[in-house]
Every structure is written in structure tokens, then in C-alpha cells.
């Protein structure tokens, strides 16, 4: 994994604000792949379009970002702060989110294939038509989000917490794994989901 210093990060920002402003006319496109960034100050920060594969983001601070249509496939955000972040329709297949706050994250048609969100708190989350396949959800907080057409299958919830979560006739969730060694499929997902919008974990309702 290559670093880059502080001063180069701000500055290749920075050209990638003038990118996007003046639509690829001047600036650079912000290009970083397997690049060391944790820990990294970076609030608000518009990351629109940006290629940032495999990055390193953990402990970061991204609260307030905006990371509308880009790649972040495969990058880690574990405990980092992503409070209020924009991820529209940007590609975080395989990225992992351990552990993250990413309370009122907007997840507009945003893909996250096989994404770890293991203890996350995606409290209050825009997730419509969020794609979610097999992602990782054991243990993550997803009350009061918008799951309004959201792609559920293969996911794994134990622990998960969906408490208040809106829209839930509309997830197409043909299985889900509710346990290391346990699967449930068609009807009997979408009434564990069910049961977890009304009571919290619908298997573990005690460590809620």
C-alpha cells in the first residue's frame, strides 16, 4: 500500500475540485488506488467521481463527503466517521465499513456487493435502491433507514438491528443468512425482516 503525504493529499484534492468545477477542462481526476489514507481529516470533502480503489480510510474523518459516482471498490473505512457522507450511485462492492459511523449516509443506487458493515451505525440511512447482495450487516445498526427497493439477497443480518426501518415490502430478499450456520429463504426472510422493523434484532432481541 503506497502513503502520500498530507500536503500532496490536499493538493490532489484540491485539483480535483478544479476537475470537477470546470468539467474536466483544467485540474486532475482524483486517482488513487491502494493508497494509505487512514486516519486521514477530510469533512466535506468532495470526492465526486473519484477512482479510489482499495484506499485505506480507517478512522478517518469524512463526515459531511461527497463520494456521488465514485470507485471505491474494495477500500476500508473501518471506524472511520462518515456521518451525513453522500455515496450516490458510487461503487463500494467489497469495501468495509467495520465499526463505521454512517448515521444519514445517502445511499442513492449505490452498490455495495459483499460490503462489510459489521457494528456499523447506519442509523437514519438513505438506502433506495441501494444494491446490498451478500453484503455483511451482523451486528450493524440500520433503524429508521429507507430500504425503499433495496436488493437484500444473501445478506447476513444476525445481530442486526432494523428497528423502524421504512419501506420494507419493497426489499427483494429471495434468502438471507440469520446465523453462521443458518438460512432463511423467500417468505420466511421477509418476515424475519419484518420482525426485525418492529422488535430490533429478530434473533438476538435481548442484546438490543
Not at 485539483?15 to 478544479?18: K, S, W
Not at 471498490?73 to 451525513?84: E, Q, T, Y
Not at 441501494?130 to 455483511?136: G, N, Q, S, T, V
Not at 421477509?190 to 442484546?207: D, P
Given at each position: 500500500?503506497?502513503?502520500?503525504?498530507?500536503?500532496?493529499?490536499?493538493d490532489?484534492?484540491a485539483?480535483?475540485?478544479?476537475w470537477?468545477?470546470?468539467?474536466?477542462?483544467?485540474?486532475?481526476q482524483?486517482?488513487?488506488?491502494?493508497?494509505?489514507l487512514?486516519?486521514?481529516?477530510?469533512?466535506?470533502?468532495?470526492l465526486?467521481?473519484a477512482?479510489?480503489?482499495?484506499?485505506?480510510?480507517?478512522?478517518a474523518?469524512?463526515?459531511?463527503?461527497?463520494f456521488?459516482?465514485?470507485?471505491?471498490?474494495?477500500?476500508?473505512?473501518?471506524?472511520?466517521?462518515?456521518?451525513?457522507?453522500d455515496?450516490?450511485?458510487?461503487?463500494?462492492?467489497?469495501?468495509?465499513?467495520?465499526?463505521?459511523?454512517?448515521?444519514?449516509?445517502?445511499?442513492?443506487?449505490?452498490?455495495?456487493?459483499?460490503?462489510?458493515?459489521r457494528?456499523?451505525?447506519?442509523?437514519?440511512?438513505?438506502?433506495f435502491r441501494?444494491?446490498?447482495?451478500?453484503?455483511?450487516l451482523?451486528d450493524?445498526?440500520?433503524?429508521e433507514?429507507?430500504?425503499?427497493?433495496?436488493?437484500?439477497?444473501?445478506a447476513?443480518?444476525?445481530?442486526?438491528?432494523?428497528?423502524?426501518a421504512?419501506?420494507?415490502d419493497?426489499?427483494?430478499?429471495?434468502?438471507?443468512?440469520?446465523?453462521a450456520?443458518?438460512?432463511?429463504?423467500?417468505?420466511?426472510a421477509?418476515?424475519?425482516?419484518?420482525?426485525?422493523?418492529?422488535?430490533?434484532?429478530?434473533?438476538?432481541?435481548?442484546?438490543c
Open positions: 500500500m503506497s502513503s502520500i503525504t498530507n500536503r500532496e493529499l490536499i490532489r484534492v485539483l480535483h475540485a478544479q470537477l468545477k470546470s468539467l474536466g477542462a483544467s485540474g486532475t482524483l486517482v488513487l488506488h491502494d493508497a494509505d487512514a486516519g486521514a481529516e477530510l469533512p466535506g470533502v468532495d465526486t467521481d477512482s479510489l480503489a482499495s484506499v485505506c480510510f480507517d478512522r474523518n469524512l463526515c459531511g463527503a461527497v456521488g459516482g465514485a470507485n471505491l471498490a474494495s477500500a476500508s473505512f473501518a471506524r472511520a466517521d462518515l456521518s451525513g457522507a455515496f450516490t450511485k458510487a461503487n463500494f462492492d467489497y469495501a468495509i465499513f467495520c465499526d463505521a459511523s454512517m448515521k444519514n449516509v445517502r445511499g442513492f443506487r449505490t452498490s455495495f456487493l459483499q460490503a462489510d458493515f457494528g456499523a451505525d447506519m442509523s437514519g440511512a438513505d438506502l441501494a444494491y446490498l447482495k451478500d453484503a455483511r451482523e450493524a445498526i440500520l433503524e433507514v429507507n430500504l425503499t427497493q433495496a436488493e437484500l439477497t444473501g447476513w443480518v444476525e445481530g442486526a438491528s432494523f428497528r423502524g421504512n419501506a420494507l419493497t426489499v427483494r430478499a429471495e434468502y438471507l443468512h440469520d446465523s450456520d443458518s438460512m432463511i429463504e423467500g417468505q420466511a421477509m418476515e424475519w425482516l419484518s420482525a426485525a422493523t418492529s422488535k430490533g434484532c429478530a434473533r438476538h432481541r435481548n442484546s
